[in-house]
């Protein structure tokens, strides 16, 4: 059999570069798409630099490639309830998705859309997102249920729960803030830290999901990547601290804390039955090879703020 040709969107962020690499050494042909940092992407993947807002350009890329899995990560993550984010998120998360899926559906050849979906998305009983972010997640997994219905596109939908780890070059999220100001001698401030969360070390989702694309058997279905478990903001800031600056005490509450958090966990038991999978680390482990890869990364001076 011929290797599978797998389309990997935002394959030079966080999630997507070290998934592309987890594929490669499946012996898939990876094509990897991206707007920006080409460089971030395996070299063996062939890249396409594409803005996934260009329905035209999103239609030929499908026809030239024809992939029979599509892991669709491309996205702009921010928690913010800021409005100035109704746009941006708008077009990177359902706007592109929808490309896509439009896409997908004049040229046949596809098996599965894997779709990254989020703990931020509401729920089915709810009704209100709580932020343009979620309000975007939500929008493009309903749009994901009517390709399927109407137009027999199959989606799996992975729930990826608070993803932290090595390689994330957004500064601003918490670990990384958190890491390169203790290494860098500043004084980090936090919120009251008393929100529960489901966190998971990047390699455990990565692995989570290969799996799920390699699956025969999730058509419709959501599954969640997530540890199952649920450690405060507080919890793990005073794990880096413990590792990084344990004469030093963070300090909470010098900011608000933002409105509306959501508080879920993952089901994964149900994700053990689906996958077989697990995540493999713990949150203690994930975060102390966090700390020496950002350390790394500053000391080489790859890493600059």
């Given at each position: ?269 149900e994700t053990e039955r689906l996958l077989g999978w697990r ?27």
């Open positions: 059999m011929s290797p599978p040709k797998i389309l990997v969107t935002g394959a030079s962020g966080f999630i997507g570069n070290r998934l592309c690499g987890r594929l490669l050494e499946e012996k898939a042909v990876v094509h990897a798409v991206c707007r920006r940092h080409p460089e971030r992407v395996p070299s063996a993947a062939e890249v396409h630099v594409l803005d996934l807002g260009d329905a035209t350009a999103v239609d030929r890329l499908v026809a030239s490639v024809r992939p029979e899995v599509v892991f669709h990560l491309a996205s702009h993550v921010a928690g913010s309830r800021d409005a100035d984010l109704l746009l941006p998120t708008f077009r990177a998360n359902l706007a592109s998705t929808v490309h896509l899926l439009a896409a997908l559906t004049a040229h046949d050849g596809c098996r599965l859309f894997v779709q990254a979906g989020s703990l931020e998305e509401p729920t089915e009983a709810e009704a209100t997102p709580s932020s343009p972010y979620a309000a975007a997640k939500w929008a493009a997994s309903a749009y994901l249920r009517m390709a399927r219905a109407l137009y027999e596109l199959p989606f799996a939908r992975a729930r990826i729960f608070m993803v932290y780890g090595p390689g994330q070059w957004d500064l601003r999220k918490l670990v990384p803030y958190t890491v390169l100001s203790l290494l860098e001698g500043g004084e980090p401030t936090f919120s009251s830290g008393d929100r529960p969360v489901d966190w998971v070390f990047v390699d455990d989702v990565v692995e989570g999901l290969a799996r799920i694309g390699r699956h025969r058997d999730l058509d419709g279905a959501t599954v969640d990547l997530g540890s199952g478990d649920l450690a405060t903001v507080r919890e793990v800031i005073e794990i880096l601290f413990a590792v990084l600056a344990p004469d030093r005490r963070a300090r909470f509450g010098a900011r608000d804390d933002r409105p509306a958090e959501q508080v879920r966990q993952a089901a994964s038991q995540p493999a680390t713990s949150l203690r482990a994930g975060l102390e090879v966090t700390v020496d890869w950002y350390r790394k990364e500053l000391e080489s001076g790859r890493l600059r703020r």
